[in-house]
């Protein structure tokens, strides 16, 4: 039924957990790791490469587990709270299925803005079809971290639109977790677009121009025959009245990929 549904045009980035586990082939277990495995690689880090193959224990086993990362800690009895843990049980990630079987799942964020684990992610997930994966990390300069985007597949690449992202960077808010990282903020008016080769998994920025559909998030994205991904729905970070704030979108807009100039549709 699910793969009725998807040659329909749904998104796989929409299953439950359940069919999670049967579309990547890792099925959730108890947490398996000694406590100094957990503070060797409780924290997020980011990769120093384009992609950076990432092999930590913890991270893995919390892959197969799909724990909380408050669970990890009660585990450990872990009261440190001036870091997130890590954790992949996460809001706004994609997932895409590739020609070859293999599963991606990108991004997303764990817990809200509120809690001392919140964290917005940039690593690559790719599952092997046989229940093993393997955990792709990359700079923060060249993928910031990245939630309620789309994911969609045209040839060798998937296209990755749109991002909530932090709020600020303000003196020990949320974003001020990223380490100094500057990059990966909401700004009015500009789209994220990126784009991952599914082959070598390095991700690039891809520069647009034309009628943008905004700093815009939670929406949906399609591959159109003429080489164009249109974009709909979700919402966008405005300023209207001196204020800002998410207000939904009612338009549509494409992105052709020849030109990469974006259109809205009428």
Known sequence: MVRLLLRAGASLSHIDNDLRQYFTGVYHQEIQITKQEYLLGRYRRFGSNNPELTEVNFWSVMIRSNASAWKAKQKFEDNDESLPVWSFDRFGRTITELPNGKIIEIGGEHEDSYDPDFCIYND????????????????????????????????????????????????????????????????????????????????????????????????????????????????????????????????SFYLDLNTLVWSQLI
């Open 124 to 251: 690559v997930v790719v599952y092997q079809g046989d229940g093993s994966f393997k955990i792709f990390g990359y700079p923060p300069e060249v993928f910031p971290p990245t939630d309620f985007h789309t994911a969609t597949l045209v040839g060798d690449y998937i296209y990755i639109f749109g991002n909530l992202g932090y709020l600020s960077h303000k003196p020990g808010g949320m974003a001020s977790r990223l380490n100094g990282n500057p990059l990966g903020l909401r700004t009015v008016g500009e789209t994220p677009v990126y784009r991952l080769n599914w082959h070598t998994f390095k991700i690039e920025q891809v520069e647009t121009s034309g009628n943008k559909p905004g700093w815009i998030w939670d929406h949906l994205a399609f591959y159109h025959k003429q080489n164009q991904i249109v974009v709909s729905g979700g919402k966008i970070w405005q300023k209207v009245n001196e204020k800002f704030g998410c207000l939904d979108n009612h338009h």
